[in-house]
């Protein structure tokens, strides 16, 4: 329900706008919806971006990763506050959109009419959202380095996998056994606290200063790794909510067609990136290299999709092949505006469909909710400081501090909670943990890891020349 | 209907392809839609970019503009040929598409699921070709100088009037009095006829070299000036073809509430510009710069379509206040990939909307379709070259080149049948009648203009020492 008093104010504003602008001898009553649709995506968009770029300036402003400020204005746009983006997936009727609102009185529609745009307009955003996550992660593969990964080595990997199986079984199991959860929304909910953000960890330690040290170095190494694990992860576990059973077959084969797509597509891929240059310089009309390679990405997303894992696999498949090619850095300047404009539909509509109200301590029924959030937040924290004490072979390592670099969870997360309410698996209490989840590690990781580096024998970062020079 | 031959080897191949990844113990009958209708949109976007990079770049190969090979790139994906994108609105249904097909049996879908699924694929793929040509028009905007359209001054205002009067008034009029054609969509048809292709005809004065002669300068400035005399044109008979009626006071108030939006807009945009220039520059997230101005371009978008206007014209409007900016190059730059993105699925989709079936002359009921078609082409062609003998005051100026110069039309024509298309304004026959007097205008008007610049007695261009600095 929306508060009805700032509702009335802007109905009568609207009412009155739309008499003023009604043309003489317009009969509006038969509505051809097609361009009201449109008018609805548009209004929608407004929103979206101004949510996005107020929520991530002011808190760029007050130090905090930006992407957090365009999930925290999600929320106020949506569901949970202002209804102004909100979705009949997540259960609301056009009546509750302050935008189908605005759009009834400019048109003067009827109860009908405007039912079947909230629908049409909700699923046009749902797509631009969905097209976004896959934009976002083909861009994330632009951006991983396959050969520096292979550097950082074996450490990596174990803090990766370590970080990655105990969150998962903990949380897992603990919503089982402890909440009695049912297993496929445990597993998601188990799942959504695998992946470490590189953007948040990375940023926080150059501010530190840590980047270059050893601790650095493992802990944005393991972040890596733990996003693709993280991925994988997600396409074996949205595949098994689809069939909503868990059969031990059926998940050996989702790993190993994850894993076999992943793997094969980076191994084929370095032929394929010859060809793709070599078509991208032959191309001499506009978009000559980013629609070769969106038709790649989309293609891999489609191929993703209909191997009945996810689209974003394939999207980030297609990033990683794509990082190998001469053509990397054009095609990451020429990718970023076109994520500029993709990515915040995703970031909003995820905190958009989030109803917080579900968590609200006052309400009695809530309790169980808040206490499972609350439990997914220890094990999201405690689960990552313990894979600082997986390290091996490096004496007078700071294992606290690697611990506590891998604790902000992020975009990926984000993918988990988006995905899961979409497909209905992860009810309303259990959606509304996972994002508290997500903001919170985010909140909590910067002043953690400032803490944990002062107890450190060796505060310095060692300066290599090859670091001034570049 | 399809040709059954490559259906069958299609369905046989797509069929084996489905078995063999079908994952051993999944349910599939109970069909979950929404990551259905993403294969379907991902599906439908790598048939048009490869549609319209094939169709671009193959036209530029023989020295054609590329949108028209991406036109025709799309009459072939269409529902004129292959049947890969076809929309429920032109008539067609979910066995029609060949997509649809291929989703129906990888996914082993229920023929009610397969219509669902068809009808919100298209509607999201028309929503994508919509926001396309929104932000074709805001990229033409940019484009347009307003300093340099003052300095061209009365003769190309005249010339352009003219060529956009001439025309409307004798297509309207031919079609209403020869050929009995309803009101609304002869003026429909008509107001098709006025827009000239800026982009068309500047490429090819500058490679007759004639792009700095006096009669270039005026094709030039009669193009970028009737281009926005056509986008008024539109929004008032498309405001009109949504009531069904012509009334004198209606069309009045549409033509002035058009002229003072566009005009108004530009002159409050002086305004504004300080304001977008100072917020872009304090901001310090990602999209900076794009995100505001597409807040702006589809904000003014959605208010021309609240005033039952075009959408179009606001986006074109934003355009032209945005373009006055110190911020101009930075933008053009940015939106350049965006646009690269969205456009074609416009130009494919206004392709693949058209069913040149209607035209095929062996069917006796077509031929007075192909009478309109020709009938239009004629006045195309003659209602442009008699601008040549409205310019004055200009002793030795050859008439016949800047009649000849004003013929090619393009995108602005192009948006007039998808709109008209969209709105069922106009019927199949006059649609398809209109995209062939764009493609022939388009493909006569080079060796036109080559022919008339031959008659001149003064075929060297003037070289100003500022051209040979520059």
């Not at 400020?69 to 983006?85: D, K, Y």
């Not at 955003?125 to 520096?148: H, P, R």
């Not at 259990?430 to 002043?447: E, N």
Request: glycine share 8%.
């Amino acid at each position: 329900m929306i508060s009805s008093e700032p509702i009335v104010n802007s109905v009568t504003w609207v009412n009155s706008l739309a008499l003023a602008l009604q043309p003489p001898l317009l009969a509006t009553t038969e509505a051809e919806n097609a361009p009201i649709i449109l008018t609805g995506v548009l209004l929608s968009l407004v929103v979206i971006y101004l949510a996005s770029k107020i929520g991530g300036e002011l808190s760029r402003m007050i130090d905090l990763p930006p992407v957090l400020g365009e999930l925290v204005g999600g929320v106020l746009v949506g569901a949970s506050a202002l209804h102004l983006v909100v979705f009949p997936d997540s259960g609301a009727v056009a009546s509750d959109s302050l935008i189908m609102t605005i759009l009834q009185f400019i048109n003067h529609l009827s109860p009908d009419a405007v039912t079947s745009i909230f629908q049409s307009q909700s699923e046009a955003i749902s797509i631009l959202a969905e097209l976004g996550v896959i934009i976002l992660l083909f861009e994330i593969g632009l951006e991983s380095d396959l050969k520096e990964l292979q550097k950082v080595g074996y450490q990596a990997t174990i803090v990766a996998c370590v970080g990655v199986a105990v969150p998962f079984a903990a949380g897992t199991a603990g919503l089982i056994l402890l909440f009695h959860a049912p297993v496929i929304p445990a597993i998601f909910a188990g799942a959504a606290l695998t992946a470490t953000s590189i953007g948040i960890t990375s940023k926080v330690l150059s501010e530190i200063g840590h980047l270059k040290s050893r601790e650095g170095q493992i802990i944005v190494g393991a972040a890596v790794i733990d996003d693709i694990l993280g991925i994988i992860v997600l396409a074996v576990v949205a595949s098994l909510a689809k069939t909503g059973e868990v059969d031990i077959f059926n998940v050996i084969y989702l790993i190993v067609s994850a894993t076999v797509f992943l793997i094969g597509s980076i191994l084929l891929g370095k032929y394929f990136n010859q060809g793709f240059v070599s078509i991208a310089n032959k191309l001499q009309t506009r978009g000559n290299l980013v629609i070769p390679a969106f038709i790649f990405a989309f293609f891999m997303a489609f191929l993703g999709n209909a191997i009945h894992l996810e689209a974003i696999l394939g999207a980030f498949a297609a990033g990683l092949v794509l990082d190998e090619t001469d053509k990397r850095k054009e095609l990451d300047e020429q990718v970023k505006p076109i994520a500029d404009i993709f990515v915040p539909i995703f970031f909003i509509t995820v905190g958009a469909k989030v109803d917080l109200g579900v968590l609200n301590p006052v309400i009695p029924e809530n309790r169980e909710g808040l206490i499972i959030a609350t439990f997914l937040i220890v094990v999201a924290i405690i689960g990552k400081i313990v894979t600082g004490w997986s390290v091996f072979g490096q004496p007078g390592i700071n294992r606290l501090a690697v611990g506590v670099g891998m604790i902000p969870r992020g975009e990926v997360g984000l993918v988990f909670a988006g995905i899961g309410a979409a497909s209905g698996t992860l009810d309303k209490p259990l959606q509304a943990a996972i994002i508290i989840m997500v903001i919170l590690t985010t909140f909590l990781a910067p002043p953690l890891l400032r803490l944990a580096f002062k107890q450190s024998i060796e505060p310095q970062e060692p300066i290599e020349p090859a670091d001034l020079l570049s």
